[in-house]
C-alpha cells in the first residue's frame, strides 16, 4: 500500500495554476538592491524574511525552505549546506554555557562529535540508549536544555515514543529536537507529536540522486528565528541556490520514489527474514511488541533503508559476503536511487564489543532496481 498522502504529494510537486515557469529561477545574487539606505535598513531587521543578501536570505532557497515548512507542518523552516550544517548551527544558537543536551537512542555520529567540541564551551551533554520513558526522564538533570534524539536511528531504525518525550521535555520547559532525516517529512510528522524542531539532512531522500548536499531545520517561526540570528548567519553554512533548485527537483520525485522505495526494502527485508544465514533484521515493520506499536502510531511506512545481522563468523566474512553483492554499491550514505551497502564498522570490533551494533550488521539503502534483481544479488552473495 501506497504510505503517502495525497495533501504531501501535491506540495511536494507544489502543484497548482500560477502563471510562470513550473520551476522557480535560480537566483544566483549574493546581494539584492533597495531603492534607498532606509529601505535596505528595514530590509535588515528582517533579514530571514527578505531577501538582502544571500548568506541570510535568498529566493530560490526561500521557496524550499516554504515547501518543507509546509511538509513538516511548520511556521517556518531554515536550510544549511548540509545536515551537519543544520544540526551544528541549531546546537550552538539553542545552548550556552551551564546548559545540558541529552541525547536519546542511536545518534549520527558527527552530531555527537560536535557535542564532544560544545563541551570545552561548558555544555554538557548525556546519552541514554534506553527506548523506555522512565529511562529518560531518569538521565534528566536540572540543567538539561534540550532533548535531542533520532527517531528512526539510522542504523538498526529504533523507534523513540516521540509523543510521550515531547510531553515530559514540555513539562519541565525543556526543549525538543528530532532528527526525522530517515522516515521524511512524509512518513513521519514530529511537530505534530509535540516536537519543536526538526532536523533534516537533505542530502538523503529529500535530493535522492546523490549528487547534492543539503540541511533544514523546521519549527516555530521564534525558534527557527533564534537558530536563524544566533546558528545561521554567524556559522555560514548556508544552501547555495542551485541546490535549493536540485532539491526542489528533488521533492518533485520524492512521493513516488519513497512508495516504490518502501515496497521494495520491505520485500528485500522479508526475503533476508526467512534466510537461514540471517540472524536478525531490522526494519520496523517487522518489529514486534513496543516498537511495532511505536511504528504503528508515529509513521506512515518506512524508507529504503534496513539493516541485518548475519550469521557469518566474523567481521572480515560480512564484509566479503558485501562484497560479493553486485547490485549493491560499497558506498556511504543513502536515500538514492541507486541500492548501497555498508558496515556498522569500519574495523573489526571483535567479538567482546558492547553489541548494540552487531559485528556482522550491514546496512541496505535500496534504490529504484527493483525487489526482485536485488533479492537475487543477495541471493547469490549469500549462497
Ligand atoms: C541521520 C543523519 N543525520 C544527519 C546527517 C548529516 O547530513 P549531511 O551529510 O547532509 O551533513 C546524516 C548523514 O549521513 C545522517 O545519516
Known sequence: MNPIDAEDELICLRAGDVAGPVMPPIVQASLFRFETLEELHGAQARENEVCVYSRGTNPTVRELEETLARLEGAEAAKCFASGMGAISATLFALLAEGDH??????????????AQRLEDYG????????????????????????????????????????????????????LTAIDNTVATPLLQKPLTMGCDLVLHSLTKYVGGHSDTLGGAVAGSAELVECVFRRGYMLTGA????????LLLRGLATLPARLARQHADALAVARFLADHPKVRRVFHPALAEGEQAALFARQMRGHSGLLS?????PDHAAALAFGNRLRLFGKAISWGGVESLVSSAHRTDPGPDHDGRMPRTLLRFSVGLEGAEALISDLEQALA
Not at 549520527?108 to 560536535?114: C, D, K, L, N, V
Not at 541485518?308 to 557469518?312: I, R
Open 101 to 114: 543536551v541529552l541525547f536519546c537512542g542511536d545518534i549520527y555520529g558527527p552530531t555527537i562529535e560536535f
Open 123 to 174: 555544555v554538557t551533554h548525556s546519552r541514554c540508549f534506553a527506548a523506555g520513558i522512565e529511562e529518560i526522564e531518569a538521565a534528566l538533570t536540572p540543567a538539561t536544555k534540550l532533548i535531542y534524539f533520532e527517531s528512526p536511528g539510522s542504523m538498526r531504525f529504533e523507534l523513540l515514543p516521540i509523543a510521550e518525550i515531547c510531553a515530559i521535555a514540555k513539562a519541565r520547559g525543556i
Open 238 to 245: 548556508v544552501m547555495a541556490p542551485f541546490d535549493a533548485w
Open 308 to 312: 541485518a545481522e548475519f550469521d557469518l
